[in-house]
């Protein structure tokens, strides 16, 4: 690992003259790069604008005691250097477009130079991770004479997490790692955002497995990822982002891409083979479809985890490797487990911090600023400017967020349906006519998975039997019999009491200001001693 120093130019201590003399005085820039236990193969040195003849004379003191360190100079606009916000965001300017390599490179964050403020900044700056290395203490001998001016020093790496952000410039920072990991679109959701705000704080702080759950196509690999190249933008991870699709894994094979094998540990296993938690580590392993893994290799995950160690197929030797796991589902685990598919020790492993990425259908709001997304994607890759007219858009995005549009492929559906329209639009506006064909396209190709019975016919109605005993079936009018079959229908076929709400109260809920459909259907269902996960234990029951 190379050494590579970082440091701010100290205009009193640097500054120690011009003749013979200084080389007997203690300068803690020059003195850092004079021990030769510690070597420094570059320096990374700031300094002030109107610094610059001190600094190119530090340089050339530099080379004179330590010729083999490079020294890159890097000029800073600081007006007033005891201003704290003004300090901070140049020091916190240089550390973001500054290309960090923590996996080859050691930093050592020098704290002794200029004011106190910028002392703090960089303590502020280590402790958020903005510069991946361990703070570097320098102190001056005893006396002038004593050790040639060199001076002392002391590595530090401690957890700095006891001390206070720069609460302004720190959130907008966190607000765009918030951005990231919502790959710049601006949601509207309440929920997913609370979500994502704490996902990001996850990210820093932890390295314990995370469980991403929801429905096809609702972005778990997507976010997967930006969490990996957010933890890897601040030095947190090294290795690669490994992404395997459980669902593909079938039968010995299986094993083998995960573990890796011997030579000779199978027939046709003519070389040796390094599985894909081997090549994860330092790095993340992404299990999509995590529920899909035989009940052999998730015992061999839940080692590999645990110990962070392995037996590859046909090895008596176990092999090493630290990742940090994410892993992707859109099955209920819970249910696998009971079911008897999943290892509960396993689920209890996995599911310290889970989240739920809802489906399109339920983050409605959100439909706007993504087909905006989609758009601008397409114009980066298609090199022109595709748009909406006024009224298309108006229609597309009527049509978007109401209970006709299923959305069963959740934001693939939409990406799909936004690149069909763009590359059908003439000169780069899709127009009322290219949403209209658009529209018939999305309905025939949903149309097996609508069900019209519960979604547009009054009249289909389930049995009672099912959901009450004889008894109480005779205690509830026939009136309310009739109501009641048709309105658990819609219910047992639901997502959730809002959806079904939304159906069931389709015209009322368009005349009132605002409308708590999930709430009224709560209450109905109440009087008879029902709620939709009764509903749903009871027809699963039958």
């Known amino acids: 690992m190379k050494n590579v120093a970082v440091g701010l ?28 236990e510690l070597p420094v193969e570059r320096f990374e040195l700031l300094h002030e604008t109107r610094d610059r003849n001190l600094a190119e004379k530090i340089v050339q003191d530099i080379q004179q005691i330590s010729p083999e360190t490079e020294v890159c100079l890097h000029p800073i606009r600081v007006r007033d250097p005891w201003d704290f916000q003004e300090m901070y965001g140049a020091l916190l300017d240089f550390c973001l477009d500054y290309s960090f390599k923590p996996e080859h490179e050691q930093y050592l964050l020098h704290i002794t130079t200029g004011t106190h403020v910028a002392q703090i900044c960089w303590f502020l700056l280590c402790e958020a991770h903005y510069v991946p290395g361990k703070l570097l203490q320098t102190s001056p001998p005893n006396s002038e004479t004593q050790g ?5 020093y002391q590595i530090i790496d401690l957890d700095l997490s006891k001390y206070d952000r720069l609460a302004s410039r720190f959130e907008r920072q966190v607000e765009d790692n918030l951005s990231f990991l919502k790959s710049g679109i601006a949601t509207r959701n309440e929920a997913f955002n609370r979500m994502i705000d704490q996902m990001e704080h996850v990210a820093y702080r932890s390295d314990a497995p995370v469980l991403i759950t929801g429905p096809t196509g609702a972005g778990k690999s997507q976010l997967a990822k930006r969490l990996y190249e957010l933890k890897r933008h601040r030095g947190l991870v090294k290795g690669d982002f490994v992404p395997v699709n459980c669902a593909t894994l079938r039968g010995d094979s299986a094993m083998s891409s995960l573990f890796g094998h011997v030579r000779g540990a199978f027939t046709g296993a003519q070389t040796k083979r390094d599985g894909l938690l081997s090549k994860a580590n330092t790095g993340v392993l992404f299990l999509d479809e995590i529920g899909e893994l035989g009940a052999d290799e998730q015992a061999m995950l839940l080692h590999a985890i645990e110990e962070h160690r392995f037996y590859p197929v046909g090895s008596d030797a176990t092999v090493s490797s630290r990742f940090q796991l994410i892993a992707g589902t859109n099955r209920d685990l819970q249910q696998d487990v009971v079911d008897g598919r999943f290892r509960e020790d396993l689920l209890a492993r996995i599911n310290m911090w889970t989240y739920r990425l809802p489906g399109l259908a339920e983050r409605k709001e959100d439909l706007e600023p993504n087909i905006d997304y989609e758009l601008l994607l397409l114009q980066k890759q298609q090199g022109h400017q595709v748009a909406f007219n006024q009224v298309a858009r108006k229609k597309y995005l009527a049509f978007a967020s109401s209970d006709q549009a299923l959305w069963t492929g959740n934001f693939r559906d939409l990406n799909a349906s936004i690149q069909r329209m763009a590359t059908l639009a003439t000169g780069g506006r899709i127009t009322e006519e290219d949403v209209r064909e658009e529209l018939a396209t999305l309905l025939q190709r949903w149309e097996p998975h609508s069900d019209p019975q519960t979604r547009k016919s009054p009249g289909f109605k389930v049995d009672l039997t099912c959901y009450f005993s004889d008894e ?7 009136f309310d019999q009739m109501q009641l079959s048709h309105v658990i229908a819609i219910c047992v076929e639901s997502s959730n009491l809002s959806e079904a709400g939304r159906r069931l109260f389709d015209k009322s809920r368009l005349r009132k200001s605002s409308s708590n459909d999930g709430h009224r259907l709560r209450q109905y269902l109440g009087k008879f001693g029902l709620t939709l996960e009764k509903l749903k234990e009871l027809r699963n029951a039958n």
Not at 14 to 33: I, M
Not at 148 to 152: D, V
């Open 9 to 36: 130019l100290g205009t009193k201590l640097d500054n120690r003259g011009k003749s013979e003399k200084r080389w007997r005085k203690w300068r803690p820039t020059v003195s850092l790069c004079g021990h030769t």
């Open 148 to 152: 040639e001016g060199l001076g002392s």
């Open 472 to 478: 109480e079936l005779e205690e509830i009018d026939l």
